[in-house]
Nanobody, 125 residues
Framework: QVQLVESGGGLVQAGGSLRLSCAVS??????MAWFRQAPGKERDFVAS????????YSADSVKGRFTISRDYAKNTLYLQMNSLKPEDTAVYYC????????????????????WGQGTQVTVSS
């Protein structure tokens, strides 16, 4: 049974840092990503990564602040978030697919088959 379990969310002041983790069990996926959803808004792309280190993408809103990475031995996805802003407040979800996706498709939630339950990140001003 495939499971994606996020952890690491919490309350942090603006300018602070958090590291989210997504532990994967059941299989290994080619492409994985982080999305986020604020109250009353659509689920937005944050960052994605595939097997090759060069195949990592991030949204313009988080470039230079967030870093996505994977530990293949632990089958775990990470999102290091620095210089957090109040507008980063959202529920963060990890997503996975067995498919090799071109860049544009990694930014679309519908491209991913498996999702975690989400972890809340709240950034206070």
């Amino acid at each position: 049974q495939v499971q994606l379990v996020e952890s690491g969310g919490g309350l942090v002041q603006a300018g602070g840092s958090l590291r989210l983790s997504c532990a994967v069990s059941g299989r290994t996926f080619y492409s994985m990503a982080w999305f986020r959803q604020a109250p009353g808004k659509e689920r937005d792309f944050v960052a994605s990564i595939a097997f090759a280190p060069a195949s990592a993408y991030s949204a313009d809103s988080v470039k230079g602040r967030f870093t996505i990475s994977r530990d293949y031995a632990k089958n775990t996805l990470y999102l290091q978030m620095n210089s957090l802003k109040p507008e980063d407040t959202a529920v963060y979800y990890c997503a996975a697919t067995r498919s090799s996706l071109p860049k544009i498709q990694t930014m679309r939630a519908e491209s991913f088959d498996y999702w975690g339950q989400g972890t809340q990140v709240t950034v206070s001003s």
